[in-house]
């Protein structure tokens, strides 16, 4: 008989807990609703106990999402689960996941605990969450490191107490495909009552094996796999959701009789929607969602492909819905055909959004001769992620050459009046920059700036990013316009304004 592997995605707690990753609640909704048609069985929709923002996203997350699963982390502490308890509870299947490390290296130097102690404080914590709900996920951190007696005699104990799922980390990338497969072969054959739950794993991707790792635990009696959209997460990510799903797909005669529920299809449109929402880009030769996966260059492998696709293509491009960026719209789209391409790809947003987003997507026409698909992700982008706007660009003036010292002209509202000031700079970038900090009487320190173009031609828009430190806090802001100062302008007041909220 076929066997499902559940796909739990993590994207919403590990992925975001890459540095830069922060998302808000209606973006992890956002993220949440295209899983969801994604077809992943379970969303690890965030930690609850880290902060009330996080708790009121996975609560949100718990009452929209109707067909997976949803999942709050906490550690073996009764508050951590019973903060995930309240934030999970009215989801259609709510599951708490509870972890505590168990290696050698987190005793002494983490917890400072001994292994009766461990073992006690595992069966406790996963008997509490009990009382509140049947599916408990239990993980001993840093599994791949633990002293394999000790990790089975934890497994057992918390199978004993009723945990449904046991999953198995690689926390820290240590292991390689043949010893992590052996590791849960392992765990198989010498706990006992191991057949009474899911072995679940969750690789990262240290040494670059975390997609790889997690092939070969499916193939050892691994039944669910944690894995992250464009394998974002802590320090080098986790395992990758779309390599996971389509190696199993590609390789059948490998992975016989085992499938997921995972609609394919939806597999590139949910990698840019986490990308824009995230600011992390996925690098071109990505596997299955690269901007190169399925390009060809190269004389010869044009030649293959046209004559017949499958010699340098083991993946349909259509099968995991890559499309060659295409023009989609005009200043003469009506907003029928723009609510439609919304829609495309993976928004769902309020009709408020909608319509203030197609004054965007107006203003943007009249600038532009051709509106490609990045385009409307930038202006969606800037809706779904939109700041309280303190300060408010209203205009700006620039003075450069390569013969004068750069000026700039600026103002901004603030509390319902028009703030002018006038500075200098090193260039007209840095000019604008020292005139917002002279209106807003801060300082903070410019620690990284990149400025992309958002599509191709002489019109494209360009997207700034930037990274400001002040207070040894460090704020992300992202801007774009047509004119490459004017992104740079509202990306740096998107950074104070988020500062200042």
């Known amino acids: 008989m076929d066997e499902k592997v559940v796909i739990f995605d993590t994207t919403l707690r590990d992925g975001e807990q890459?540095?830069?990753?922060?998302?808000?609640?209606?973006?992890?909704?956002?993220?949440?609703?295209?899983?969801?048609?994604?077809?992943?069985?379970?969303?690890?929709?965030?930690?609850?106990?880290?902060?009330?923002?996080?708790?009121?996203?996975?609560?949100?997350?718990?009452?929209?999402?109707?067909?997976?699963?949803?999942?709050g982390l906490a550690r073996a502490t009764r508050k951590d689960i019973d903060a995930a308890y309240q934030a999970v509870?009215?989801?259609?299947?709510?599951?708490?996941?509870?972890?505590?490390?168990?290696?050698?290296?987190?005793?002494?130097?983490?917890?400072?605990?001994?292994?009766d102690e461990i073992l006690r404080l595992a069966v406790e914590?996963?008997?509490?969450?009990?009382?509140?709900?049947?599916?408990?996920?239990?993980?001993?951190?840093?599994?791949?490191?633990?002293?394999?007696?000790?990790?089975?005699?934890?497994?057992?104990?918390?199978?004993?107490?009723?945990?449904k799922t046991i999953n198995i980390p690689d926390t820290v990338g240590f292991t390689e495909p043949q010893g992590f497969g052996e590791l849960i072969r392992d765990i198989k054959n010498n706990v006992p009552n191991i057949d009474r739950v899911v072995i679940s794993v969750h690789c990262h991707n240290d040494l670059g094996l975390a997609s790889a790792n997690s092939l070969s635990a499916v193939l050892n009696g691994a039944r669910q796999v944690e894995c992250t959209i464009n394998g974002i997460g802590?320090?080098?990510?986790?395992?990758?959701?779309?390599?996971?799903?389509?190696?199993?797909?590609?390789?059948?005669?490998?992975?016989?009789?085992?499938?997921?529920?995972?609609?394919?299809?939806?597999?590139?449109?949910?990698?840019?929607?986490?990308?824009?929402?995230t600011g992390f880009e996925v690098p071109r030769n990505k596997a299955i969602v690269g901007g190169n996966a399925f390009r060809h260059e190269s004389g010869i492998?044009?030649?293959?492909?046209?004559?017949?696709?499958?010699?340098?293509?083991?993946?349909?491009?259509?099968?995991?819905?890559?499309?060659?960026?295409?023009?989609?719209l005009g200043k003469h789209s009506g907003r029928h055909a723009f609510t439609s391409r919304l829609e495309k790809l993976g928004f769902k947003l309020s009709q408020k959004q909608i319509d203030e987003a197609f004054i965007k997507f107006k203003d943007l026409a009249d600038k532009k001769k051709e509106i490609f698909d990045d385009d409307l992700l930038i202006i969606l982008d800037e809706e779904i992620k939109k700041v309280k706007e303190i300060y408010k660009l209203q205009s700006f003036e620039i003075t450069?050459?390569?013969?004068?010292?750069?000026?700039?002209?600026?103002?901004?509202?603030?509390e319902g009046k028009n703030v002018c000031a006038e500075s200098s700079?090193?260039?007209?970038?840095?000019?604008?920059?020292?005139?917002?900090?002279?209106?807003t009487k801060l300082t903070p320190k410019l620690s990284d700036y990149k400025i992309s173009a958002v599509t191709h031609g002489k019109d494209a828009q360009g997207e700034v990013t930037l990274k400001?430190?002040?207070?040894?806090?460090?704020?992300?802001?992202?801007?774009?316009?047509?004119?490459?100062?004017?992104?740079?302008?509202?990306?740096?007041?998107?950074?104070?304004?988020?500062?200042?909220v």
């Open 18 to 71: 890459a540095p830069g990753a922060a998302l808000n609640p209606q973006e992890k909704l956002e993220v949440a609703l295209q899983l969801e048609r994604l077809g992943v069985n379970i969303i690890e929709a965030g930690f609850p106990i880290a902060s009330p923002g996080d708790f009121k996203a996975v609560e949100t997350v718990a009452l929209k999402i109707k067909k997976c699963g949803v999942c």
């Open 89 to 115: 509870k009215k989801a259609k299947r709510p599951r708490i996941h509870v972890f505590l490390a168990t290696s050698p290296i987190h005793r002494k130097f983490k917890l400072n605990k001994a292994k």
């Open 125 to 163: 914590s996963v008997k509490y969450a009990k009382k509140y709900i049947n599916d408990i996920e239990f993980s001993p951190e840093d599994a791949a490191r633990t002293e394999k007696e000790f990790l089975y005699k934890v497994v057992e104990a918390v199978i004993d107490v009723g945990a």
């Open 234 to 277: 802590e320090r080098a990510g986790n395992a990758s959701l779309e390599e996971i799903v389509m190696a199993m797909w590609v390789k059948k005669n490998i992975f016989k009789n085992l499938y997921t529920t995972i609609n394919t299809k939806e597999i590139c449109k949910t990698s840019r929607l986490v990308s824009k929402l």
């Open 301 to 328: 492998h044009q030649d293959g492909v046209l004559k017949e696709a499958s010699t340098y293509e083991i993946i349909n491009p259509e099968d995991v819905g890559f499309i060659i960026e295409g023009i989609v």
């Open 400 to 414: 450069s050459g390569n013969k004068i010292k750069p000026k700039s002209a600026i103002i901004l509202k603030f």
């Open 425 to 439: 700079g090193d260039g007209p970038v840095d000019a604008c920059f020292r005139t917002i900090d002279k209106i």
């Open 468 to 500: 400001l430190t002040i207070k040894n806090k460090e704020i992300f802001g992202r801007g774009s316009s047509t004119d490459v100062i004017e992104a740079s302008i509202k990306a740096y007041l998107n950074a104070i304004n988020k500062l200042v």
